[in-house]
C-alpha cells in the first residue's frame, strides 16, 4: 500500500473507483482543477509516493528530480510511446519510479462519431452533400493511415458496410489481408481513396504538402488522432481548396490554424472528444486501478 496518493488534477475516474483508491493508500489527496505551473505541481505531489495524472498536464524533469518520495506515476490518459508522454519517463525510470499508462478505452464512441459524420457527408444529413446525389458507404473507398487499435475498427466498421478498405502502416499486417485490405504505400493510398482517416500515434506528423498533393481534390480527410497526424499548414491549404472536407472531433487536432479556420463550412469539428463517453470512462477507471496493482505488486 502506498502511504499518499495525489491525482494532481481531474483524471476521469467514476466514482465507485474513486472510493477504491483507498484500499491502496493510506491517504487519498484528489484535486479538482488544472495546476497552473511546475510549482504548482510540485506543491501538489509534496510527500507523495504515488501520483495519478491525466492529459492535461505534465509531468516533467524538473519536477520529478525535486520528488524524492514518489515511486509510481500512473498516467490516467493514453500512452502510445515514450517520447510522446505527458510525463518524462526517462527520468522516473533513472529514479527508479514505475509509471504506466493506459490506452484503448475511448475507440468505440471514435467509430460512432466517424460513422455519423460520414453518413451526414454522403447523404446530406445535416450539411452540404458530398457528389451530386446521396451515396452509400458501400464501394467507397476508404484508406487508413495508422492501423493501431481504432484505425482497425473504423476499418473494420466501414466493411461491415461495404467500403474498400486500403491502409498504410509501417508494414504489411496479415490479419488486415486477411480481412481483404490492401496495404498501399502512403502517396499511392492517397491518391487512391475518396476518404482518407489519420490514425496515428501522437505527435507523429505524417502528411506534409507534398501528400496533400498526392490526396488531390474532392476528397474527404479525418482526423481522429489526439494531435495532428499532418503539418497543419499544409493541411489548411489543401482545406481551402474547392472540393475538399475536414473533419475532427476536438480543435486539437487541428494543430496550430488559422482563427477563421473553424467556421470554413467544409470543415467541421464539434470541439468534444468523441472518446469520452460514460462506457469508456468506467474502461478508463478499469485500466487506472488495474495499474495501480501492478504497480504495488512490482513495487513490493
Known amino acids: 500500500m502506498f502511504n499518499k496518493l495525489v491525482a494532481i488534477e481531474p483524471v ?24 497552473a505551473d511546475d510549482e504548482e505541481i510540485l ?7 504515488a501520483v495519478l495524472v491525466s492529459y492535461t498536464s505534465r509531468i516533467n524533469r524538473w519536477v520529478i528530480e525535486r520528488c524524492p518520495n514518489v515511486k509510481y506515476i ?9 517520447e510522446s508522454a505527458n510525463v518524462d519517463i526517462a527520468c522516473a525510470r533513472e529514479r527508479g519510479i514505475r509509471v504506466l499508462g493506459i490506452r484503448d478505452y475511448g475507440d468505440r464512441g471514435v467509430v460512432e462519431y466517424v460513422l455519423h459524420e460520414l453518413t451526414g457527408l454522403l447523404h446530406g444529413f445535416g450539411m452540404p452533400m458530398l457528389r451530386d446525389e446521396p451515396v452509400e458507404i458501400y464501394g467507397l473507398k476508404v484508406g ?3 492501423l493501431g ?4 475498427m473504423i476499418a473494420d466498421a466501414l466493411a461491415f458496410l461495404g467500403a474498400k478498405i486500403s491502409y498504410y502502416a509501417r508494414a504489411p499486417k496479415a490479419d488486415a489481408e486477411a480481412a481483404g485490405y490492401t496495404y498501399k504505400a502512403l502517396d499511392e493510398l492517397l491518391a487512391d481513396s475518396e476518404v482518407v482517416f489519420c ?11 507534398p501528400q496533400f498533393e498526392a490526396l488531390g ?5 479525418f482526423n481522429t488522432s489526439i494531435g495532428p497526424g499532418f503539418d497543419p499548414a499544409a493541411m489548411e491549404a489543401w482545406v481551402r481548396r474547392p472540393g475538399n472536407y475536414f473533419f475532427c472531433d476536438t480543435k486539437a487536432a487541428a ?3 488559422s482563427e477563421d479556420f473553424f467556421s470554413l463550412p467544409n470543415v467541421h469539428c464539434p470541439a468534444v472528444s468523441a472518446g469520452r463517453t460514460k462506457q469508456a470512462f468506467v474502461l478508463l477507471s478499469e485500466k487506472v486501478l488495474a495499474n495501480i496493482e501492478t504497480a504495488l505488486a512490482e513495487i513490493g
Open 74 to 82: 500512473g498516467m490516467c490518459c493514453s500512452l502510445y510511446s515514450e
Open 144 to 146: 487508413v493511415v495508422g
Open 149 to 152: 487499435v481504432s484505425g482497425r
Open 199 to 209: 490514425c496515428l500515434n501522437k505527435n507523429v506528423l505524417l502528411l506534409q504538402a
Open 255 to 257: 494543430g496550430a490554424v
Open 43 to 49: 506543491r501538489r505531489i509534496g510527500d507523495a509516493d
Open 217 to 221: 481534390d474532392g476528397k474527404v480527410l
Open 12 to 35: 476521469s475516474l467514476i466514482p465507485s473507483a474513486e472510493v477504491k483508491l483507498k484500499d491502496y493508500a493510506k491517504e487519498i489527496v484528489m484535486y479538482p482543477d488544472i495546476p
